[in-house]
């Protein structure tokens, strides 16, 4: 096995053998991490990715556009209730070309680890009445590296939404209590805003 070090203003080539790999538990695939510490190649084994098992809406997409009439049946409530609580700033909804003028709505607003409390904060955070609901969408469906470049979504459900590999300290995002993910999606919206604002 050969390891290419880059260094500042070059490279270096270190050959190992498979025995010596072996004899330091180093398996096939794993990931290491090169240092030169004293005139020393020093070989470590970085932090595994971590494999995550989608979230309990596994088969669902969250961001499947419903109509009034369908998110008021997920939420409980009438499609007028619907409309007043977009209109209050607490729902929001998206206009999007290829699916006609009917405004539709993502079905993760009916989701019970985003709904109620929890969505009337960060949409009042990220000013919907002001902005939109096309620019809320945008936040709640991009991975924001505040985030560990995981979605608000993903971040308030506490799992991912598709399944993938994720980093160790991504992870332990996805485990902290409910209130310091609402916490982390309610800080990373207000640097949304301030960047659609300029400032």
Known sequence: MQVEVM???GSARVELSPDVLSRAGVAPGDRL????KR???VLTHAQPVVAVAPSSHLGEDPNQPLSAAELGLALGVDEEVVRQRESAGQLFSVVRS???PQARYPAFQAWPEISGRSLHAILEALKVKEHGGGAAYAFFVSRDDYLGYLTP???LVGSVTCPRKLEPW???DLCLPGERRLEAVLKAAEGYVAALEGW
């Open 7 to 9: 260094m500042l203003g």
């Open 98 to 100: 290829n699916q006609g």
């Open 153 to 155: 979504v993903e971040i």
């Open 33 to 36: 991490e090169v240092a030169v």
């Open 39 to 41: 005139g020393q190649i």
């Open 170 to 172: 991504a992870v332990e």
